[in-house]
Structures are given as C-alpha cells and as structure tokens.
C-alpha cells in the first residue's frame, strides 16, 4: 500500500514537473508559460518582484512628414520634403528599462526607457537632394545620372516614457519622449553618394507616443511635437511615426 501511494505521487509529481510553469514578469502581471495555453498574465501581482515595463526592445515603423508649411520661403515654392511613406522607416532599440507599479495587481504602472534609434525619410522626388549652404534648407538637384532614392538620416539617442494599462493579454500605453539628434545627414543611392551632414534639424525633439499590444507583439504611434526643422532654417513639418514592435 505504502509503495503504491509513492509510486501515485511520484507520478503526479513527474507531470507536474513535466508541464511546470516558468514565470517572468513582463508588464506587472507574472507571466506564465505552460504547453497549454502560451504566456498570459496572472491575475495576482507579487508586490515583492519589480514591475516589468510596457516598453519594448524593439520597434519598428514607418514616418510620414505630416503638417508640412514653407511660410519661410518665397511664395510658390514647391514642396520638396514632401517624403515616400514605404521605404521611409524608423528603428529605435530600448537598452535600459524600468518601471513601478501604481496598484497591488500590477494593473496601472510608470514606464521608462533609454534608446538609441534611427529615422530614415526617403524624399518623393529622387532628382533633389537637401542643402545647407544658403543658411537655410534648400533643394538642389542631384547631379549624377541613375540616382534612385534621396533621403535625409537622423541618428538619435531618446528617453520614451508612459503610463501603462495592463489587462491579462493586453495592454495599453500612453505618454510621451525626447529625443536628442546626434548626428543628421543626408544621401543618394544608386549610384550611391557618401553621406552629407546637415545642419538646421532641431537637436532637441519632443513628442507624445502609444502603445497597445498583445502579449509580446504591439502597435504603436509616435508624433513629434517639435518641428522638424531649426525655425526659420526650412519647412515647418512634423514627424510621425507609426509601426510594431516586440517586448523580449
């Protein structure tokens, strides 16, 4: 009798083990991994772990120059920033992350980011290229034959920060970023041509952001409140940005 029990319990204690729940807290809740189900979030919040933050590793978008105004150029200047959305694209890397919960069960929490990122905007027509030589932002044409994309680069550091809405699968996020430039430059491909600093892109950006996703995968909109361009220098235009992305 006494074998049987053991040999009953040390079965149990096999499939148990065998479908044992690995947890790690991702937005708040304690996410659980099983072969049934995949991750979701658990209802109960262990006050005694950090909360996790909603913002991700990784994102990444298409930008669009929305608003787009030439008030400092002569009238009938024809747009030249406008830019194509499709190759025009946004990667931004989050490498330091932290977060505190607002609530027992994890539900409302403060989330902060360190990044680094990259925005590339792919001018509409691929004959032009951007200048500074005048003292403002000029069009110029491009001299070489065959070039096929125009575009201006920013490599960025940023500081992402939101308010979070977590919900078992799903959460929410809303608040805002700055963004430091360090460095912008423009460039042609095909034939391709070095890349060209430029001056007159505000150094010192700020914008609102917003998150919803499903468990590890979300969507997200940022747009930049700070014009584009130094005021005065070239069109007034702001950055939006709008993609997907992963929490890992």
């Given at each position: 009798m006494?074998?049987s029990l053991?040999?009953?319990?040390?079965?149990?204690v096999?499939?148990?083990?065998?479908?044992?729940?690995?947890?790690?807290s991702i937005?708040?809740?304690?996410?659980?991994?099983?072969?049934?189900?995949?991750?979701?979030?658990?209802?109960?919040?262990d006050?005694?772990?950090?909360?996790?933050?909603t913002?991700?590793?990784?994102?990444?978008?298409?930008?669009?120059?929305?608003?787009?105004?030439?008030?400092?150029?002569?009238?009938?200047?024809?747009?030249?920033?406008?830019?194509?959305?499709?190759?025009?694209?946004?990667?931004?890397?989050?490498?330091?992350?932290?977060?505190?919960?607002?609530d027992?069960?994890g539900?409302?929490?403060?989330?902060?980011?360190?990044?680094?990122?990259?925005?590339?905007m792919?001018?509409?027509?691929?004959r032009?290229t951007?200048?500074d030589?005048?003292?403002?932002?000029?069009?110029?044409?491009?001299?070489?034959?065959?070039?096929?994309?125009?575009?201006?680069?920013n490599?960025?550091?940023?500081?992402?920060?939101?308010?979070?809405?977590?919900?078992?699968?799903?959460?929410?996020?809303?608040g805002?970023y700055?963004?430091?430039?360090?460095?912008?430059?423009?460039?042609t491909?095909?034939?391709?041509?070095?890349p060209?600093?430029i001056?007159?892109?505000?150094?010192?950006?700020?914008?609102?952001?917003?998150?919803?996703?499903?468990?590890d995968v979300?969507?997200?909109a940022?747009?930049?409140?700070?014009?584009?361009?130094e005021?005065?220098?070239?069109?007034?235009?702001?950055l939006?940005?709008f993609?997907?992305?992963?929490?890992?």
């Amino acid at each position: 009798m006494k074998r049987s029990l053991f040999t009953l319990l040390l079965a149990f204690v096999v499939l148990s083990v065998g479908r044992a729940e690995t947890t790690m807290s991702i937005v708040g809740y304690d996410v659980i991994h099983d072969d049934f189900c995949g991750p979701h979030f658990d209802e109960v919040f262990d006050e005694e772990k950090d909360y996790s933050t909603t913002i991700p590793f990784f994102q990444i978008g298409f930008e669009y120059f929305a608003n787009t105004a030439y008030s400092s150029y002569p009238s009938g200047t024809e747009p030249f920033v406008d830019n194509k959305i499709g190759p025009s694209t946004h990667i931004a890397l989050n490498f330091f992350k932290f977060g505190t919960s607002f609530d027992k069960k994890g539900r409302f929490g403060l989330s902060l980011g360190v990044g680094l990122g990259w925005d590339n905007m792919v001018l509409g027509d691929s004959r032009i290229t951007l200048t500074d030589a005048t003292g403002m932002i000029m069009p110029t044409v491009v001299e070489m034959k065959g070039c096929d994309q125009s575009k201006i680069t920013n490599f960025f550091f940023w500081l992402p920060a939101s308010i979070d809405f977590n919900k078992r699968y799903f959460h929410f996020s809303v608040g805002g970023y700055g963004k430091a430039i360090l460095r912008s430059y423009v460039r042609t491909h095909g034939p391709s041509n070095g890349p060209t600093n430029i001056d007159y892109v505000n150094t010192l950006q700020a914008g609102l952001l917003a998150r919803a996703g499903y468990r590890d995968v979300f969507i997200f909109a940022n747009y930049a409140l700070t014009p584009y361009f130094e005021k005065g220098k070239g069109p007034e235009t702001n950055l939006l940005t709008f993609g997907f992305g992963l929490w890992l």
